[in-house]
Nanobody, 118 residues
Framework: VQLQASGGGLVRSGGSLRLSCAASESTIWTIDTMGWYRQAPGKQRELLATITKSGIPYYVQSVKGRFAISFDNAKNTVYLQMNSLQPEDTAVYYC????????????WGQGTQVTVSS
């Protein structure tokens, strides 16, 4: 499965961005969960949100109420709507895909930079 992330950019504090991640059609049927992670400079990569293909979302506490994950089955695309962005949200954002029965991602997108200015 190939993942192509897009939608990053520069935004002011309080602004919004929507990230997209399109999955290639080949073997997409093996994927059960897709998610978004981020990695800030000097920090470890952290999970933000996941969603199953049946539409069940999960959010880490730090983004609950600000970020929303969704999945379009027809387009094999997962989205991350990010609102009320703050400078501490500045990071490279990665999408990931996880096969059925797996506990961690099997595939990663290339990352998209999000920069939030104060």
């Amino acid at each position: 499965v190939q993942l192509q992330a897009s939608g990053g950019g520069l935004v002011r504090s309080g602004g919004s961005l929507r990230l997209s991640c399109a999955a290639s059609e080949s073997t997409i049927w093996t994927i059960d969960t897709m998610g978004w992670y981020r990695q800030a400079p000097g920090k470890q990569r952290e999970l933000l949100a996941t969603i199953t293909k049946s539409g069940i979302p999960y959010y880490v506490q730090s983004v609950k109420g600000r970020f929303a994950i969704s999945f379009d089955n027809a387009k094999n695309t997962v989205y991350l709507q990010m609102n009320s962005l703050q400078p501490e949200d500045t990071a490279v954002y990665y999408c990931a895909a996880q096969r059925i029965g797996r506990l961690s991602p099997d595939f990663w997108g290339q990352g998209t930079q999000v920069t939030v200015s104060s």
